[in-house]
């Protein structure tokens, strides 16, 4: 059975960094691209990074430079390294395939605040 598990969200101040994962199980990650995505309470829910089946990445205009995108296949995990965070990055973290998504996880919380 194909799962998405988010992992490592956390409460952290403005300007503090953390790293997401999102381990698969049931399906080989680089075979597919890989989305990142957000969502605050009150909010739709939003696109924030994608890798391609290739590599290539692309981002929201909201966090580029801040967050990285990144895939282990050997750990068959997609990160999402997230730096200079501002309090309205705060959300629940989601990722999903981007292509052909499937069933939404619970996601991981990542609280910003003072």
């Known amino acids: 059975q194909v ?11 403005p300007g503090g ?18 989305g990142w995505y957000r969502q605050a309470p009150g ?15 692309n981002y929201a205009d909201s966090v580029k430079g801040r967050f990285t995108i990144s ?9 999402l390294q997230m730096s200079s965070l501002r309090p309205k990055d705060t959300a ?9 998504p499937g069933k939404w996880g619970q996601g991981t919380q990542v609280t910003v605040s003072s």
């Open 3 to 13: 799962q998405l598990v988010e992992s490592g969200g956390d409460s952290v101040q």
């Open 17 to 34: 960094s953390l790293r997401l994962g999102c381990a698969g199980s049931g399906i080989f990650l680089d075979r597919y691209a890989v």
């Open 43 to 57: 909010t739709e829910r939003e696109l924030v990074a994608v890798i391609t089946i290739g590599g290539a990445t």
């Open 71 to 79: 895939r282990d296949s050997a750990e068959n995990t997609v990160w």
């Open 92 to 100: 629940v973290y989601y990722c999903n395939l981007y292509s052909y």
